[in-house]
T-cell receptor, first 114, second 112 residues
Framework: EPEVTQTPSHQVTQMGQEVILRCVPISNHLYFYWYRQILGQKVEFLVSFYNNEISEKSEIFDDQFSVERPDGSNFTLKIRSTKLEDSAMYFC????????????FGDGTRLSIL | DAKTTQPNSMESNEEEPVHLPCNHSTISGTDYIHWYRQLPSQGPEYVIHGLTSNVNNRMASLAIAEDRKSSTLILHRATLRDAAVYYCILRDAAYNTDKLIFGTGTRLQVFP
């Protein structure tokens, strides 16, 4: 069964450094998402992406964050200048269609900011 | 966003059926009921969804009350691998958003 893959599984970065989290969505999917989960807390929506542009973003997704689909397969989340509070699990998801199609999640990247 | 209420935790023995309840008394006519689960150290995983009628798939069954103010996810024979946090989420087909809004869910423990 096709799956969403994320790399790296764990990223350790110094505060203030830029970090890029990578995702390979399921190949025929058109809608892409990033979520995050701070340890012990809820899964939170960050951003959705369709047709090479952001379709929706949350308040968390401020100017330090950006997303890109640089080629036909990868979907990336960049944090420009990391803060301690950016430490979390970051999940990428994709779906074939809008609204009521299931979103398929990767196993996440654990981001640790020192 | 319409809200859902779930018990914080439930327990089951292996090979027994599990009924996970969800209350959504403010559900609107266009809200679909979705269930996801999150196994330890993994991303969320889609389980099932429905609008009005009961639904079955290879993972579970979804029973929706006639007034749609509550629903129940049914795992017919729990296995140890079913130990996870289960999330009941409403998604409005009429609203211009497809984000998932996760609550705290129900943590299911399965005992051998």
């Amino acid at each position: 069964e096709p799956e969403v893959t994320q790399t790296p599984s764990h990223q350790v970065t110094q505060m203030g450094q830029e970090v890029i989290l990578r995702c390979v969505p399921i190949s025929n999917h058109l809608y892409f998402y990033w979520y995050r989960q701070i340890l012990g807390q809820k899964v939170e929506f960050l951003v959705s992406f369709y047709n090479n542009e952001i379709s929706e973003k949350s308040e968390i997704f401020d100017d330090q964050f950006s997303v890109e689909r640089p080629d036909g397969s990868n979907f990336t989340l960049k944090i420009r200048s990391t803060k301690l509070e950016d430490s979390a699990m970051y999940f990428c998801a994709s779906s074939a269609d809008y609204s009521n199609q299931p979103q398929h999640f990767g196993d996440g990247t654990r981001l640790s900011i020192l | 966003d319409a809200k859902t209420t779930q018990p914080n935790s439930m327990e089951s023995n292996e090979e027994e059926p599990v009924h996970l309840p969800c209350n959504h008394s403010t559900i609107s006519g266009t809200d679909y009921i979705h269930w996801y689960r999150q196994l330890p150290s993994q991303g969320p995983e889609y389980v099932i969804h429905g609008l009005t009628s009961n639904v079955n798939n290879r993972m579970a069954s979804l029973a929706i009350a006639e007034d749609r103010k509550s629903s129940t996810l049914i795992l017919h024979r729990a296995t140890l691998r079913d130990a996870a946090v289960y999330y009941c989420i409403l998604r409005d087909a009429a609203y211009n958003t497809d984000k998932l809004i996760f609550g705290t869910g129900t943590r299911l423990q399965v005992f051998p």
